[in-house]
């Protein structure tokens, strides 16, 4: 690199590659690189600086070595797994959940009231979710939710409803957490919905240990590019040259808990079509950072780089002519609605008492239109978001398609989620601007839908 | 018992009837009622004959004007209903695809009729049984501020007699009576407002004359006065008593069940706009993937996408409020989020088509534009959209009328 260039200003920092630089920018770049110098510290003009945590700075990469687990190889290779079945529709118009998923939400929204949001503030700042809390999430089942009784879950049938429901209703406590303790589950959905019978039977069973043993896992889809299309990863797979298996290159952005995880689910070209690949984090030529984002911060946010990772022929996770991985993408969008949903309530619940309580020009701010039809648009939107996710949950469960369903709600979830994220802090003034309420939180969080694609799964 | 947003199985019937009478009946004179304002539409006579005889033999699920009132049996609470108040909404959006002006100049299936299946007796709602009532609120003086009612009705003898104005009464010339809401003493405020059927030909009433309108304009839309106009103290919907404790709550109940539906008009409407404009951007070589990220797409694809996600939001909560209704569940907050979020879908909706559209769009070759101004009452009329808000608002916070103005 010449030194022209290398003295322009642009291309990194966030700095747009026409900018230049006058003689007081010099002067100012001069004066940035001395105070970055540690000649200040030693004659301690300034005070000793702050500690850096692997998660909450980004890093540089290392090589996987968390692989603790060989999962045994188990069941037969080339026959089809179990196939969930679906719900039977009943015809009638209700918004009446059934029974077992109105069970299921009192106890994800007792786990999320008393649990995930008391831990959120800590865990959206340390970038991880407590041990303890991740613990409780295996107790109440959450990695098998997605399971029929056959492969190892609680109920009868898997239904993407009762997913939803459980999303929305974990959200409320903390999008971030509840990405951090759905993750694995979306593993185990995955394999469940499209995996072999010898898939289900070598990974399944470590979903299900009463042990506390349960792997953490990750749906990796999103990609570091500019622009991104899900449906295009530049990720590829090409059928390695003794014809065994499947060599993987490419990078995964926003791959939660990625350091933790001993099992991945990578999105890969393969001869131009999107297809899923099972990758076991002992794989050689995997690396890791720690890749902090804006918000959702509590699921430990990595990028996954994939170097010549080889994975056997039957690594392939369901069908290789997009069919799978479309019906992927569609689930997770749908269980991004759900957080979305789940976070905009927290805000509704959050603003409704602050508005009544603060008081401006001698009556509560509630008391003034601009402020009360705020908190009423986004009960509406809210509510409005709410039907749309629902009406595509219901399909999905139903086995009927959801592909419009599901994008009128993504659509919706991401605008109007957003919205809602804006005016929560708006809301509070400069109140909301700071962390002592989790507003500015939620304002984070919210702006993660419409731009996540993968990592949770209903 | 499980959640399911679709139209139910039992109503499907129904809807394609009224979509194939949209389209058959009420799509190729619409321009033509557009055009020719205050002109009857002699068509809607047969048509409104044939919805009677559906009515009659049980085929149109209790759908219609009269379709909102609420079932007073108790038993079976704890099945699931789907009915004549999803079916009035999900029907009336067929309608209303094919062209709003007319179905609200359907007769008998006027306002009126909603209002006087929501408060009415079982001895009135006999009596009134095959009027066309239209609904008679707004005077002068006031549109939102239903409480500053100033038309007065004072008890003589058997009778009452009414005197004031009324302006923007929906099928005002057209009706066989009108739901005139006046009140027994305006010293007493709100709760003294109550409503009276009054006949047409009653002495005294008269229609002074028909607005001309941005949009609906096959509907006529009347100034009607009242000069010591006399009806039968039977006349009065709901109780007589002055309740100052209750006050306004009776009067205003019937905006449960209308707000409903006009947000279906709302659903309607719109929807005939976004129809028309997913086929001529297919034309043009447009067509929404609702896969890929919209940011990947054409913009006008990109835009059509949030406008029907916007749309199926609206309906959503249509359907919600009705469903409320039929489940005899308090609907009042849903009713206004419904009305609310319809009634401006509908004006964005059926405007960024006519953008989409250029000046196809914008011109009256096709109906686009039509829609577009037709759209503009839905968001004004049974509650503003400010008013809508309001309701909502004072809902969530808990807040009075007095508190949140």
Redesign the interface.
Known sequence: MSLISNLKPGGKHGVPSSESRDPIGYLVAGLNRLAQTDLLDKVRLRKPTEQAVFSVTRTGFKTMTTASRTFAKAGKGGQPGARPKHAAASGVFDLTPGEDEQMLVDVVTEFADEVVRPAAAEADKTCAAPDDLLKASLDIGLPILGLPESLGGVSEERSAMAGTLVAEALAKGDMGLAVATLAPGSVATAIGLWGTDAQQQTYLPAFSAEDGSVPAAALALNEPTVLFDVFSPSTTARRSDDGAGFVLNGAKSLVARGDHAELFVVGASLDGKPVLFLVESGATGLAIAGDPAMGVRAASMTTLVLEDVTVPADAVLGETDGSTYTECVRLSRLAWCALAVGTGQAVLDYVTPYVQGREAFGEPIAHRQSVAFMVANIAIELQGMRLLTYRAASRAAAGKDFSREVALARKACTDKGMQIGLDGVQLLGGHGFVKEHPVERWYRDLRAIGIMEGTVLV | ??????????HRALVDQAHQVAMNMLRPISRKYDIAEHEYPKELDMLAAMIDGLSESGASEGAGATGVRRDSDDSDKKT?K?GAN?ASVTSVAEMCWGDTGLLLSMPRQGLGNSAIASVANDEQLERFKGRWASMAITEPSFGSDSAAISTTAVLDGDEYVINGEKIFVTSGERSDCIVVWATLDKSLGRAAIKSFVVEKDTPGVKVERLEEKLGIRASDTAVITFTDARVPKDNLLGSPEVNVEQGFAGAMATFDNTRPLVAAMAVGCARASLDLTRDLLKEAGIEVD???????QHAAAAKF??L???W???R??T??AA?MADNRKPNSL?AS?AK??AGRVGSDVTLSCVELCASIGYSEEELLEKWARDSKILDIFEGTQ?IQ??I???R????SSA???
């Open positions: 018992m499980a959640i399911n947003l679709e139209v139910p199985k039992k699931v789907n999803l609702y896969d890929r990220p919209a940011i990947l996408l949030q029907e996600s916007d199926e939001a609206g959503l909560l359907l919600q469903w849903e989020m609310a979020k400010q808000q309001l909502v608002a004072r969530i916070l808990g807040l508190e949140l103005k």
